[in-house]
């Protein structure tokens, strides 16, 4: 499997963007699937993960009810919707997907994943 990302970009603080990541090869429907951010000088931390089933889902503390993350099998796509964008929202943001047997898990260590996006710059200034 292959993740390309787009969407990110430079924003103000309240504003919203929505990232892409786009797979190639394998059908999306057996992967469990994640977002992880890593800023400068810190390490990559989990953002919001989304089930194989699509039926549950899990989100760092500081972007619950700002992040939905949702995806599309049908299309190869998964997204990581971001509004009330915060400065402290400023990173490099990772798509991930891991391959699982168990429909309703949320992955949120990102040494669970198998692949990963090539990763893309948000930037939301004050």
């Known amino acids: 499997v292959q993740l390309v990302q787009s969407g990110g970009g430079l924003v103000q603080a309240g504003d919203s963007l929505e990232l892409s990541c786009a797979a190639s090869g394998r059908a999306l429907g057996t992967y469990a699937m994640g977002w992880f951010r890593q800023a400068p000088g810190k390490e990559r931390e989990f953002v919001a993960g989304?089930?194989?089933?699509?039926?549950?889902?899990d989100y760092a503390h500081s972007v619950k009810g700002r992040f939905t993350i949702s995806r599309d099998n049908a299309k190869k796509m998964m997204y990581l919707q971001m509004n009330s964008l915060k400065p402290e929202d400023t990173a490099v943001y990772y798509c991930?997907?891991?391959?699982?047997?168990?429909?309703?898990?949320?992955?949120?260590?990102?040494?669970?994943?198998?692949?990963w996006g090539q990763g893309t710059q948000v930037t939301v200034s004050s």
């Open positions: 991930a997907v891991k391959f699982t047997y168990y429909s309703g898990s949320v992955a949120v260590s990102g040494g669970e994943y198998d692949y």
């Open positions: 989304l089930s194989r089933s699509g039926e549950n889902t």
